[in-house]
């Protein structure tokens, strides 16, 4: 695998995607790669992107902001 400048490497536990909402439904991987794509398509910094990653998260799971 080879890095380029600006690029990041994630690591993220399977608990992540495998978080349930109040329904029963799978975060999933696709809910996990679309919070990405939102974040670079808004250009975010790093701190910015944990947060959005962290925001879609705790709205997934129907928890308050």
Same mark, same amino acid.
């Given at each position: 695998?080879?890095? =380029?400048?600006?690029?990041?490497?994630?690591?993220? $536990?399977?608990?992540?995607?495998?978080?349930?909402?109040?329904?029963? *439904?799978? /975060?999933? =991987?696709?809910?996990?790669?679309?919070?990405?794509? $939102?974040?670079?398509?808004?250009?975010?910094?790093?701190?910015?992107? *944990?947060? /959005?990653?962290?925001?879609?998260?705790?709205?997934?799971?129907?928890?308050?902001?």
């Amino acid at each position: 695998m080879t890095f =380029g400048l600006g690029d990041r490497l994630f690591m993220i $536990s399977d608990g992540y995607w495998e978080q349930e909402n109040w329904k029963g *439904i799978l /975060l999933g =991987g696709i809910k996990l790669l679309s919070s990405f794509e $939102s974040a670079k398509s808004l250009d975010l910094n790093l701190a910015d992107t *944990i947060t /959005l990653l962290m925001d879609a998260f705790h709205s997934f799971r129907g928890e308050p902001l």
